[in-house]
């Protein structure tokens, strides 16, 4: 047996030079499984020996506990905005001024792309990292720590050796890649919500969140561009600060380039407009910085920004091409969305054919006809968008465009409900075709397996009209269609199987009902408890769950006793799938049941939402705050005034282990099975 400590010292130092070889280097020398079996025997062996995790170990990225807010901290140094300019003109202006205050002597200058992130500080002690904070308004920003520590490319610890008392803030910026930003809205289209408008907010958003998890998730990376306050003293050439920042395992911005003089940084500028595109992160402009800190110096600031420092921006990228035709996409609540089928044409690296016109009204308001010529945009460089036509090139057998009387895919007359027109065909298959895939994606009933492309071949060849007939697959059935191996379809059928034990709450919002989310679906499935009790459901009994108007009641109300909606549930139910939940009103059985509890500090084993769901799948009560109604308090580690509160009052106080007791056994990930 090998000494745990050094094979954790071990795993941890192979883990932090593969993150600097992958985030630094871009030359990353093993797998990605190789790297995840690296962290997971980390993991384990953490787990087995507590007492050796430190707060930079690699597993610390996972996401601690979540935070309440956001503390808010001040700059050592402020983090000033940068002028900025879609002007070459400007730029040797701004060189013009920078020469006068020199003495005219010509200062080199360095060229970094201007990545569009959040721009934040990175606060480094003796060589660990103490905090992360936001710009805010250039002197105070929010202490974001937690949540930059999820981010693979920031160090916890810069490498090599750093005196105790060595101060180093890094600026720079934290940015969503175009591939991760992609896929979270692959994913979000797929459940029905509405896409990230850009990487930018995505970023923002994520940083945002009080659950270092989600961030962890997320996927953020992360460029050096700066520095704030450090000691002792940096080199006075900024280019040498770059690669200091590589010495210490930091990646800096990719593309940074020198310039002897103002000819050259044009050049530059020019030069990287044609690489910007084909970049797997957004950038939308060239910094130019002079390089001597020295001269910095002398040319100090205004009141806004700093005299060294200006921001080329490239203007967002215009395209014309010519609008072909206009199809409608059916949605699974039967709304036809109108496509633009265009000529392809490349808008800022990639080759766009169709985009989104949303409605009738967008049409309307673009006074769009088929045989336009469309200018296209990327909103955020991403999402492409139609922003207007040109009318002088509005060719004389141009096209109106009007709303299809039938629906493309059933040919059954639709409804307009302005601005929308529906397919009101329950038995339309390209509906059936989003309700299965809904049914089936992560967050209903999580059949990982049955992807997009299968959904569609399965209801084509007609083996599943609804949402029963999934679980009717047999073996048989996969192989006959099209590029099934044997091997792939048992692993569908294992994903189905799988899918039998989900909650009822699950199953309800998996049942595509109007305005019924996961939120709501949980509310229905603890009051309720089964879909029978549902489907008995008056309106007014509906409408008096908390949380549940009288348009959603009436939506629920509607769909379970619609023909469609009735069909739906009994062939479920047929096939055996009946999920119920006890109600806590009715049981005096479950473990908390009439009990309200409050949890409080941090967790070894269940995050906040976790527990608090097991709480309420236990009967009982998950509450923000003491009060002498507690029925008791679930203390973790650095408890603060709630369990203060607790004592004063005199409400019980029980730690992790004994909830776990009481628990019984039931985990965060089986309580959806408890009943
Ligand atoms: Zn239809």
């Known amino acids: 047996m090998t000494d745990p400590a050094k094979r954790i010292a071990t795993l941890r130092e192979e883990i932090q030079k593969h993150d600097r070889l992958y985030y630094v280097e871009a030359s990353p020398i093993i797998s990605d499984q190789e790297y995840d079996r690296l962290m997971q025997e980390l993991i384990d062996l953490e787990k087995a020996h507590p007492e050796l995790v430190t707060p930079d170990s690699p597993t610390q990225r996972v996401g601690g506990a979540p935070i309440k807010g956001f503390r808010t901290v001040e700059h050592a140094v402020p983090m000033m905005s940068i002028d900025n300019t879609y002007d070459e003109g400007a730029v040797r202006d701004f060189d013009r001024r920078v020469r006068e205050v020199l003495g005219n002597k010509h200062p080199e ?67 969503m890649p175009n591939a991760v930003f992609a896929h979270i809205n692959q994913e979000l289209v797929a459940r029905g919500e509405e896409p990230l408008k850009n990487p930018r907010n995505a970023t923002a958003g994520t940083l945002k969140q009080l659950d270092p998890k989600v961030t962890a998730s997320r996927k953020l990376a992360f460029f050096a561009h700066g520095l704030g306050e450090v000691s002792p003293e940096p080199p006075d050439d900024y280019w040498q600060w770059l690669e200091q920042l590589r010495k210490w395992g930091v990646p800096s911005t990719p593309h940074a380039m020198l310039a002897k003089n103002i000819d050259e940084v044009i050049a530059a500028i020019e030069k990287f407009a044609r690489v910007r595109p084909t970049l797997p992160f957004l950038t939308d402009g060239m910094v130019v910085k002079v390089r001597s800190l020295a001269q910095r110096e002398r040319l100090g600031t205004t009141s806004k920004s700093p005299r060294w420092v200006i921001a080329f921006k490239y203007p967002a990228e215009q395209v014309p091409t010519i609008l072909r035709d206009v199809t409608w996409q059916v949605g699974k609540g039967g709304t036809l969305t109108p496509v633009a089928e265009l000529e392809p044409v490349l808008v800022a690296g990639t080759t766009v054919k169709r985009a989104s016109l949303h409605n009738i009204e967008q049409i309307q308001r673009l006074d769009i006809h088929i045989g336009d010529t469309v200018i296209l945009e990327k909103a955020g460089e991403v999402i492409p968008y139609i922003v207007r036509v040109v009318p002088e090139s509005r060719p004389a057998d141009a096209v109106a465009i009007t709303p299809p009387e039938k629906c493309p895919s059933c040919q059954q007359q639709v409804e307009f409900e302005s601005p929308f027109v529906r397919c009101i065909n329950p038995e339309c ?51 006959s269609l099209e590029r099934m191996a044997t091997k792939s379809a048992s692993n569908v059928l294992e994903s189905i199987q799988a899918a039998r034990s989900r909650p009822l709450d699950r199953l309800l919002a998996g049942l595509g009902i109007r305005h019924v989310g996961n939120t709501t679906a949980r509310d229905l499935a603890n009051h309720f408890g089964s879909l029978e009790a549902l489907q008995n459901a008056t309106i007014e009994q509906l409408d008096e769950v908390e949380g549940i108007d009288v348009v959603v009641a009436t939506a629920i109300h509607d769909f379970f006793r619609s023909p469609a909606g009735r069909h739906a549930v009994e062939e479920l139910r047929k096939v055996g799938i009946d999920p119920k939940v006890e109600i806590k009103a009715v049981s005096g059985n479950a473990p908390f049941a009439g009990q309200t509890i409050v949890v409080t500090g941090t967790l070894k084993s269940y995050s906040r939402t976790e527990i608090e769901e097991l709480i309420v799948r236990l009967g009982g009560k998950a509450s923000g705050s003491v009060s002498k109604k507690t029925s008791f308090v679930v203390a973790g580690e650095n408890a603060g005034s709630k369990l203060q509160k607790a004592t004063e009052l005199g409400v019980p106080v029980i730690d992790e282990e004994e909830f776990t007791r009481r628990v019984g056994g039931a985990s965060k990930q089986d309580s959806g099975s408890l009943f």
Do not use: H
Not at 120 to 131: A, I, K, Q, T
Not at 135 to 141: E, I, V
Not at 142 to 160: C, F, H, Q, V, Y
């Open 109 to 175: 200058y360095v060229l970094e792309p201007k990545i569009d992130g959040i721009a934040v500080s990175l606060r480094y002690e003796g060589g660990e990292l103490v905090l992360a904070a936001t710009r805010g308004d250039g002197r105070r920003g929010d202490d974001i720590t937690e949540n930059a520590k999820t981010i693979r490319s920031i160090p916890l610890k810069l490498r090599g050796e750093l005196s105790a008392g060595s101060v180093v803030e890094i600026r720079g910026e934290i940015f």
């Open 429 to 479: 298959p390209a509906q059936l075709k989003e309700r299965i895939r809904w049914f089936c994606s992560r967050n209903q009933m999580n059949i990982e397996r049955l992807g997009e492309s299968l959904v569609d071949q399965l209801v084509d060849a007609g083996l599943v009209k609804t949402f029963a007939d999934i679980f009717r697959l047999k073996l048989e059935d996969l192989l």
